[in-house]
């Protein structure tokens, strides 16, 4: 984290970005998964999957040394899915850990600034 910025500020930062598309932003470990942002419409939908994402995201997490040695492109930091609905993105940190993000389907992000500044909060 940068000098003199606050969490607050980064998740700021990634709503801004996202321009009004952000709907989830969450950290996780192997324990659990905490919602650091939701949206108020999506609110309910978190309440009933973060559980199933939370497991799924620590699986995921398990095959990242798998993929470093497939692609051979160095370090993976994030992977992408696409829905009808929704993208969703799961930035990697340490074993177990990581970050995730969801936004609207049809925004148009700057996918490359919006990753950064999710990382920020790693």
Same mark, same amino acid.
């Given at each position: 984290m940068?000098? /003199?910025i606050t969490?607050?500020?980064e998740i700021d930062?990634?709503? &801004? +970005?996202?321009? /009004?598309?952000?709907?989830v932003l969450a950290t996780y470990d192997r324990e659990g998964y905490d919602p650091i942002y939701v949206r108020g419409d999506v609110e309910p939908k978190v309440e009933t999957v973060a559980e199933e994402i939370h497991d799924e995201l620590v699986i995921q997490g398990? /095959?990242? +040394?798998?993929? $470093? &040695?497939?692609? $051979?492109?160095g370090e993976l930091h994030c992977s992408m899915h696409r829905f009808d609905e929704i993208t969703t993105f799961?930035?990697?940190?340490e074993r177990f850990t990581g970050l995730f993000a969801s936004i609207d389907s049809g925004a148009d992000i700057r996918l490359a600034t919006f990753a950064d500044r999710c990382r920020e909060l790693l």
């Open positions: 940068h000098i /003199g969490p607050q500020d930062a990634i709503r &801004q +970005e996202a321009n /009004g598309a952000l709907r398990m /095959g990242r +040394e798998y993929l $470093e &040695q497939l692609f $051979e492109a799961h930035f990697l940190d």
